[in-house]
């Protein structure tokens, strides 16, 4: 019995159908293929279905010779290296290289084998991937093909071409099959000898021409010129490579005569190899490897978030709409906006809107809206049907990597509230996708429809007066921020949460979420604070050429000999008064300034100037009064400033005001203490220094919708 298979297989070897790619193709197309034949196939499976991928790094073997693949070229050649260095490189195509690995001139190495990060082609296609047309003349080639080797197998001949006798057997295979005209017996024998390299059924089909036939020595002057004018960073336009063609066929005619010098391509042949190129190689030359690794990149199944507060997503974006000052009018540009966004619910926790350029305070107040609850906020506000439950304190922040993040004060208020905190990669925005999602949806829906909104680019502005439509302040513009967030966006079908809206998706999460919420408030406001250290005199703490005094601060002196170190908490928006650690109670008490009239309302960017300016004028030869003046001057060149004709400068001195989003929702709530503008700003000599002009009319919500 075994002799007996044996025998069977041996016979089915012979056959053309011998491989196990042509029994999937006959089996696709419903062929009944002899027992013998099938069994042969099956017997030999194993052998000729080697599956590889063509990667950097995978081997050949070729009679004591190693190649070793190394990269892609841009006219879609695989350039192989022999590993030793001793045979020149090869730049072969890919049905080259199927032609050697099949016919048995190449072994793969399988040490080499396995997975690999530039996968970059598959086996090739079977007849399934074909059209109906070309299966069906492969299948009827296929056919001729089986039916002419049974007859000679049965006849005892050999698989050989004989004219008269091919010519014989194929007129009565179509008189079987019902065709009108038999194929000739030369067409057959080139069937063969195109299906006997690789055995694959695909080489049956037609092989359409373009049209156009490529000359081998042109092209191996183009692939030359492209390596060296076109696949550099310097991104030289076609034009570039056909001078450049044109020039190296020149130089290389120099040294021909008569028939033999090369003809120069034309352009326009020139320009559609170049669109002939791989597009993956070509950016990656042009654009550099992370810009083309973000446009080729796929969109795979993203971050799981399995609950609510479990990741926290924080970035910066300017706002797309340019708001004026609310007294002069005038344009002060663009403010920053600090969004923080739930990763599972999608709900907007918080946000900070401000002058200032994004750093680490503005995560902190941010982060410090997002973990209140708002309740007092939305009750304050009139206007909002909707809740806005969002609170609570986060497993994890993700944020960007920028210089001006790595700070000690983040670090510390992730520290003490036990948060993981996440910096993401530079130049990676899918990292954070939700939130950058929602820049897009805060951008269209909201501010492009506002006065005064700026466009990306200038196609997208056309004519558009951005500066003269501007009309809506800081105040006005957090205003409308807040009711889109919580009556639109909130209540807004999000199609990233199966339809179903980011206030159901919070709800719906809450019941079975523990909310962990800070136990005192008012740590919150410690932590937003930079933490630094300093010596308690008698005189009280100095920072800053700041002197901070207080009863429970020199009852800190009477425990201890020396003078003791405590730890202190300054804030950026407000320089009369710090925070200092009691140690014994474990809180932090208030200790205001002693100078009270001169640091009352200052910002610490404007109590810098200030001192700046007095060691430049007076050295360290001042007094308090000299101070003050000086204080009363920077502040005047403020507010000349919001008045300024270049809207840099009035948006550098909005920046020094520290006017944002805290200052206004702070007159809405007076529990919220925010960040406070200078009280020079609000008195009655600056209102006297800014010109009467009539008021541009206030623009409202209930005017937008």
């Known amino acids: 019995m075994s002799w007996e298979r044996g025998r069977k297989c041996s016979e089915a070897r012979r056959s053309p159908w011998a491989t196990s790619r042509g029994v999937a193709c006959a089996q696709t197309l419903n062929w009944r293929l002899p027992p013998k034949v099938l069994c042969g196939c099956l017997a030999i499976r194993r052998l000729v279905m080697v599956r590889f991928h063509f990667k950097r790094g995978l081997r050949f073997l070729e009679n004591g010779l190693v190649w070793v693949l190394q990269r892609r070229s841009a006219t879609g050649k695989i350039m192989f290296e022999e590993e030793s260095g001793e045979s020149p490189s090869q730049a072969l195509t890919v049905s080259e290289v199927y032609e050697k690995y099949l016919g048995e001139h190449w072994r793969v190495d399988e040490s080499s084998l396995g997975p690999g990060k530039e996968l970059m082609f598959s086996t090739p296609k079977d007849i399934r991937a074909l059209g109906d047309r070309d299966a069906e003349c492969a299948a009827m080639r296929g056919d001729y093909l089986t039916k002419l080797h049974q007859r000679l197998v049965a006849e005892g001949e050999r698989w050989r071409c004989v004219p008269k006798l091919f010519t014989h057997h194929l007129k009565n295979i179509a008189r079987e099959r019902g065709d009108k005209k038999a194929p000739g017996w030369s067409t057959v024998w080139n069937w063969w000898k195109r299906y006997e390299a690789t055995r694959c059924i695909t080489k049956l089909a037609d092989h359409r021409r373009t049209g156009r036939t490529r000359d081998v020595v042109q092209f191996s002057v183009f692939e030359e010129v492209i390596a060296e004018v076109f696949l550099t960073p310097q991104k030289q336009p076609g034009k570039t490579v056909c001078d450049a063609m044109e020039d190296r066929i020149q130089r290389i005619n120099e040294g021909l005569s008569g028939e033999s010098k090369i003809s120069t391509p034309a352009k326009a042949t020139v320009y559609r190899w170049l669109k002939d190129l791989n597009h993956a190689v070509v950016l990656r030359a042009r654009e550099g490897k992370e810009a083309s690794e973000r446009q080729m990149r796929g969109t795979m199944q993203g971050l799981r978030v399995n609950r609510i507060l479990e990741r926290y997503e924080i970035d910066h974006t300017p706002v797309d709409v340019l708001v004026v000052c609310k007294l002069t009018r005038m344009v002060l540009g663009r403010p920053w906006l600090t969004l923080v966004i739930d990763r599972k619910s999608r709900m907007i926790a918080g946000f900070y809107l401000s002058f200032h350029a994004p750093s680490a305070y503005s995560v902190l107040y941010a982060l410090r809206m997002a973990i209140l609850p708002k309740d007092d906020l939305l009750k304050a506000i009139p206007g909002l049907h909707n809740p806005w439950p969002v609170r609570g304190l986060p497993r994890l922040i993700a944020t960007d990597n920028g210089m001006d993040l790595h700070s000690h004060a983040l670090e510390t208020f992730c520290m003490d509230a036990a948060i993981e905190l996440l910096f993401c990669g530079v130049a990676h925005p899918e990292m954070k996708g939700a939130i950058e999602r929602l820049f897009g949806t805060l951008s269209r829906d909201l501010f492009h429809t506002l006065p005064g909104t700026v466009f990306a680019s200038i196609d997208q502005r056309g004519d558009y007066p951005s500066g003269d439509l501007a009309a809506?302040?800081?105040?006005?513009?957090?205003?409308?921020?807040?009711?889109?967030?919580?009556?639109?966006?909130?209540?807004?079908?999000?199609?990233?949460?199966?339809?179903?809206?980011?206030?159901?998706?919070?709800?719906?999460?809450?019941?079975?979420?523990?909310?962990?919420?800070?136990?005192?408030?008012?740590?919150?406001?410690?932590?937003?604070?930079?933490?630094?250290?300093?010596?308690?005199?008698?005189?009280?703490?100095?920072?800053?050429?700041?002197?901070?005094?207080?009863?429970?601060?020199?009852?800190?002196?009477?425990?201890?000999?020396?003078?003791?170190?405590?730890?202190?908490?300054?804030?950026?928006?407000?320089?009369?008064?710090?925070?200092?650690?009691?140690?014994?109670?474990?809180?932090?008490?208030?200790?205001?300034?002693?100078?009270?009239?001169?640091?009352?309302?200052?910002?610490?960017?404007?109590?810098?100037?200030?001192?700046?300016?007095?060691?430049?004028?007076?050295?360290?030869?001042?007094?308090?009064?000299?101070?003050?003046?000086?204080?009363?001057?920077?502040?005047?060149?403020?507010?000349?400033?919001?008045?300024?004709?270049?809207?840099?400068?009035?948006?550098?001195?909005?920046?020094?005001?520290?006017?944002?989003?805290?200052?206004?929702?702070?007159?809405?709530?007076?529990?919220?203490?925010?960040?406070?503008?200078?009280?020079?700003?609000?008195?009655?000599?600056?209102?006297h220094t800014v010109p009467s002009a009539s008021p541009l009319p206030k623009y409202t919500w209930e005017s937008h919708v």
């Open 472 to 687: 809506l302040d800081l105040d006005t513009l957090t205003m409308i921020l807040v009711k889109w967030i919580v009556d639109k966006y909130h209540c807004t079908p999000h199609r990233g949460l199966g339809g179903n809206t980011p206030l159901y998706s919070w709800q719906e999460d809450e019941a079975s979420t523990s909310i962990d919420l800070p136990a005192y408030p008012r740590q919150l406001d410690v932590m937003v604070g930079q933490s630094a250290n300093r010596t308690a005199f008698k005189y009280g703490i100095e920072y800053d050429c700041i002197r901070y005094n207080s009863d429970a601060l020199l009852s800190f002196r009477e425990e201890k000999k020396k003078s003791p170190i405590v730890e202190i908490r300054v804030y950026e928006h407000d320089v009369s008064f710090i925070d200092v650690l009691d140690e014994n109670l474990g809180e932090f008490i208030r200790v205001p300034a002693v100078d009270q009239a001169y640091c009352q309302g200052l910002t610490r960017h404007v109590h810098l100037m200030v001192r700046q300016e007095v060691n430049r004028r007076f050295g360290n030869q001042w007094q308090q009064q000299q101070l003050l003046e000086v204080k009363r001057e920077i502040q005047a060149m403020v507010a000349a400033a919001m008045k300024a004709h270049k809207a840099g400068k009035r948006k550098q001195a909005a920046a020094q005001s520290m006017v944002d989003s805290n200052d206004v929702l702070n007159q809405h709530k007076a529990a919220f203490e925010g960040a406070r503008r200078p009280s020079g700003m609000d008195s009655e000599e600056f209102l």
